[in-house]
């Protein structure tokens, strides 16, 4: 895994290389192994390296026979053996990297490079015969790359983070409206947008092309929804087999390699295929909890016992104090996945063994094991057998009346039932992912932001999202919205900014394109079956996995936010979130409402007192970065496109 940046100087203009090493030392927790730059009177590229293939000669940037072609890059290539025999009776090759593939595929088959890949890349490609810069992120983003047109002295500037971009002195840090509001709706800033309001994030599956004059965005990949009828026993062992075959891709490696194991179906599969290929035994790393609310170390220790484990696990109670400046500073933007605090323990304690670890992303993003996908479908069927007026009448009537029992066991807990009833399929599905929404969210913001917004709604946006895919099967819809939205947004940049943290690679079997694509021809029926959640991934994994962990619900990390802010954060929330500052974003009065119910017991707030203060702590650590954190009262037109 490693860091890049660079940039294209405006026509006339020369690199500053002082300029690109600092840009670079923002990055060097991604790479603290080496660096290296190329800087030439046209493009500056600068590369900081974590060693796992090629320790020895897979420097970067690295260029072709001529040194025309020069390219940084993040991430791996798992096909690139296959790839270069097929290159070698035409090209000369210099090391045994992956990354040498790149320059050498680009010159035969130029954009299309990134359809060749199987891996997890976000890389930036000179091509000086051309005068071009070629950046490319993966199917499922789960490497990051940022880009902005929009500093000053620059044609194009990219890095593997925003913290490289701020080192620039020129850089403006406008903060968008529409990020902000789009975060507290979220709880993380979707794709393509960015905090700031002059930087965009290169969509998954997408590539870009830039000279002095013009740019070219390009999708080369797109998931591939249809439904065909194969016999369920044919398609549990073509699961099975990909699934092998994934996870012996991700073996390759000259550092130690072990997996994290949290006791759930799909790390404890990944556990049993290693243990299957590996020579060595399988190292393992689990994060357990004093409080058993949240501690799923039983479960863990099924895969221990029964493929003989290296395994290394710590108890932890979470402590706020401990993570909250380490998440301030290595997710850049507001972010506000509270399971990112047990991801970071576990990330830590993992690097102390080893480089790389391979985890369980995306198995539920893929074969729907979220129980949202459940009630999707059921609040789908329900609405077939209601027109729509009266739905939108009788249903939203109930809504409004229904009283909102936070305290309650959910089972009479009907407000959002009937609220989702009355809506849409997009709106229904908004409104069950999102913290604040609609009125609420109108409350919370500032006057001055709302202006900003210029009527944005976050609940637009997604809706139009589900309008693209209108088309598909109900249960489609809402995984092709999350692929663009939730998976990127959310579960990869937790996952990325955690591990990268600790200089530590993580790898993701289950969103091996190949095996993406073989679920994303199966019947709906195939994923969820009756009430259950990623039914053919179990079935193809049950003889592998216990059958305790197979039938046991699903458990993400956890950590006791509710408590928190009645006990320990307290303090913490008065002082960051309630100062005079923060009130260019929020309506401090209708903050410390929501504070209050919180704190009487009859209601629960906790993800949205989380997102207000992630806000908080990243806007305070903004302008500790040198700038002031300026929120501009003009936010982006509805609608505005990331390529300038």
């Known amino acids: 895994m490693c860091g890049i940046a660079g940039y294209i100087p405006h026509y006339g203009n020369k690199p500053n290389l002082l300029r690109l090493e600092e840009m670079c030392n923002r990055l060097v927790h991604r790479g603290p192994d080496a660096a290296g730059y190329f800087c030439d009177d046209r493009v500056a590229l600068g590369h900081r390296r974590l060693s796992i293939i090629d320790l020895s000669g897979g420097s970067q940037p690295l260029g072709n026979e001529d040194g025309r072609i020069q390219v940084v890059f993040n991430g791996e290539i798992y096909n690139y053996r296959e790839l270069r025999k097929d290159l070698e009776s035409r090209h000369h090759f210099v090391t045994q990297s992956d990354t040498e593939v790149l320059v050498h595929l680009y010159e035969e088959v130029g954009e299309r490079l990134p359809e060749y890949l199987n891996g997890m890349f976000a890389f930036a490609l000179w091509d000086g015969r051309n005068n071009e810069m070629f950046l490319a992120r993966d199917r499922f983003g789960k490497k990051p790359l940022y880009y902005s047109f929009a500093i000053p002295g620059m044609r194009l ?13 020129q850089f403006d840090r406008k903060v968008n409206a529409q990020s902000v509001a789009d975060f507290l709706s979220l709880s993380y800033i979707p794709d393509p947008q960015s905090i700031y309001e002059d930087v965009f994030k290169l969509d998954p599956g997408h590539s870009l092309t830039v000279s002095w004059s013009k740019e070219r965005l390009r999708r080369y990949w797109a998931p591939a929804f249809s439904m065909e009828a194969a016999h369920f026993h044919d398609a549990v062992e073509e699961i099975r087999s990909l699934a092998a075959s994934a996870v012996e891709m991700r073996l390759i490696s000259d550092v130690p390699l072990g997996a994290f194991l949290s006791g759930g179906v799909d790390s404890s599969a990944i ?20 409080s058993k609310r949240f501690d799923e170390l039983d479960y863990a220790h099924l895969a221990v016992e029964r493929y003989r484990t290296d395994h290394h696990e710590q108890v932890v ?30 990330s830590r304690m993992t690097r102390q063994h080893v480089t790389v670890a391979l985890c369980g992303d995306g198995a539920d993003e893929l074969f729907c094991g ?22 939108q009448s009788v249903f939203r009537l109930g809504a409004r009346y229904y009283p909102k029992f936070d305290y309650l066991p959910r ?20 409104t069950s992912m999102s913290a604040f929404r609609d009125e ?22 997604f809706r139009k999202r589900f309008e693209q895919v209108s088309h598909l099967h109900p249960l489609q819809q809402m995984q092709a919205v999350d692929l663009a939205t939730y998976l990127p947004g959310d579960i990869l940049v937790k996952a990325d900014r955690a591990t990268m943290a600790y200089s530590l690679e993580g790898r993701s079997p289950w969103l091996d394109y190949r095996m993406a694509e073989a679920a994303f021809r199966l019947p709906p029926g195939f994923k969820v079956h009756g009430s259950v959640g990623k039914y053919i991934f179990k079935k193809a994994m049950s003889p592998y996995v216990a059958p305790q962990v197979i039938s046991r619900p699903k458990m993400g990390f956890q950590v006791p936010l509710a408590e928190w802010f009645r006990t320990s954060l307290v303090s913490t929330f008065q002082s960051r979130v309630m100062r005079e500052s923060m009130g260019q974003y929020l309506s401090l009065g209708e903050v410390d409402r929501l504070w209050k119910a919180h704190q009487s017991g009859l209601h629960n707030h906790d993800r949205k007192l989380w997102s207000l203060l992630m806000l908080a702590c990243w806007d305070a650590h903004h302008r500790e970065g040198g700038e002031p954190s300026a929120l501009q009262a003009a936010g982006h037109a509805e609608g505005s496109s990331s390529v300038a």
């Open 271 to 290: 556990v049993a295929f290693m243990a299957q290929q590996a020579p060595e035994r399988v190292k393992t790393f689990s994060i357990g909890f004093t």
């Open 317 to 346: 109670s979470p402590s706020i104090y401990e993570m909250l400046d380490k998440l301030v500073e290595h997710y850049d933007e507001p972010f506000a996945d509270s399971s990112a605090i047990p991801m970071l323990y576990l």
């Open 411 to 430: 089972v009479f807990r009907a407000k959002m039932l009937l609220t989702t009833m009355s809506q849409e399929m997009g709106d229904a599905f908004f």
């Open 370 to 391: 979220y129980r949202r996908y459940y009630f999707g479908l059921f609040e789908a069927r329900v609405r077939e057998k209601f027109p729509k007026w009266f739905r």
């Open 157 to 169: 500037c990219f890095a593997s983070e925003l913290k490289a971009l701020t080192a620039l002195p």
């Open 440 to 461: 609420a969210l109108d409350a919370v913001l500032s006057p001055e932001l709302r202006k900003g917004l210029n009527g944005y709604s976050p609940r637009v946006g």
